[in-house]
């Protein structure tokens, strides 16, 4: 089994920054691609970006440019660092590897 914690999320400002950690633990040798994905009240979740072992990394068209998937293999933890946020990204925000979910850390941006 692979386990998944967020971290990272708060209020934050419009045009304002936040960092979201996800840490994999169990057996991580199962995880390939990662990825963040959200979901805002009433809507069903979406992607926002994914990356590969290797690094490539896929965004959602709302966020590209102002957000950015980066990973930490060695501490089997994915980061996604949003800027220039607004308030259409307000949502719970999800990691997903090996087929297993966390268990979502609030984004609310607000004035």
């Known amino acids: 089994q692979v386990q998944l914690v967020e971290s990272g999320g708060g209020l934050v400002q419009p045009g304002g920054s936040l960092r979201l950690s996800c840490t994999a633990s169990g057996r991580t040798y199962r995880i390939n691609t990662m990825g963040w994905y959200r979901q805002a009240p009433g809507k069903e979740r979406d992607l926002v970006a994914t990356?590969?072992?290797?690094?490539?990394?896929n965004y959602a068209e709302s966020v590209k440019g102002r957000f950015t998937i980066s990973r930490d293999g060695a501490k089997n933890t994915v980061f996604l660092e949003m800027n220039s946020l607004k308030p259409e990204d307000t949502a719970v925000y999800y990691c997903r590897g090996a087929e297993k979910w966390g268990q979502g850390t609030q984004v609310t941006v607000s004035s």
């Open positions: 990356i590969t072992t290797g690094g490539v990394t």
